[in-house]
């Protein structure tokens, strides 16, 4: 064989072990003189914990997939871009007659959010807390805003791949704490309601315990009255769509 054109080029190599229901190999090879570079994955032996330097010189790395065995509980952070869609039904009544009006107090903000779980086979299960940036908009000549957060149960399915590359579906459940003001105006409004989310993404496995996180949502945050008296009640309809980037530590 021809030797490298560049001397300490590096190639990153997979190799997927037919025997071992719950590893696979992938490494960086350092290749050098004389010798072909090549990756030999590891038989049903222990997984290592560090990298494994052999005395040819090639640092294979292996670790765990995303499909491996056992119970693991596991840390994550995100950060998302949301979209957030609240719908405002106004409906006035004059004596036997009413008339309907919608308005919109959408608005793209940014949020946050954390969550411990635990992690078994293909099924990840975790608790997870929101916040975000409150919804701002002028309607009627009046500002408006609406804050909102949130406790979910979310559940995914990961899908295994024998890469580092996991793509998943999710969904869950959970509690959204709404409140709706309207400065100038006798509106402030607070309602906790049952909330629903669903989604998917794709994981990548940096190292064993290290993921990094990019996924979509939809999330439905429920409705309640934010005014009513004798002759106009006003309903507000949350939702939103979440792209999100996240990380995700597996102990």
Known sequence: MKKFLFSGSIIILFAINANAADTYSYGYVYPYAGNAAYAQPYGNTAVPTVPAQNQAGRRIHTQRSSYATGIRPYVSAKVNYNMMKNDVKVTESYGSRSSTEKADVDDDVLGGSVAAGIKAGMIRSELE???????????????????????????????????????????????????????????????????????????????????????????????????SDESETDKLDSTSHEIYLGMRYTF
Do not use: C
């Not at 609406?146 to 959970?174: C, E, F, H």
């Not at 709404?178 to 993404?201: C, E, H, P, R």
């Open 129 to 227: 807390g929101n916040l975000h940036q409150d919804a701002e908009k002028t309607i009627y000549g009046l500002k408006a805003s609406v804050k909102n957060n949130s406790l979910m149960w979310n559940t995914y399915l990961d899908i295994p791949t024998r890469t580092p590359v996991t793509p998943y579906i999710g969904a869950g459940i959970g509690v959204a704490r709404l409140k709706a003001t309207v400065k100038d105006a006798d509106i402030n409004k607070t309602s906790t309601n049952f909330a629903w989310q669903i989604g998917a993404g794709t994981a990548v496995e940096v190292t064993r315990n290290v993921a990094v996180d990019l996924g979509y949502r939809y999330v439905d945050n429920g409705s309640f009255k934010v005014y």
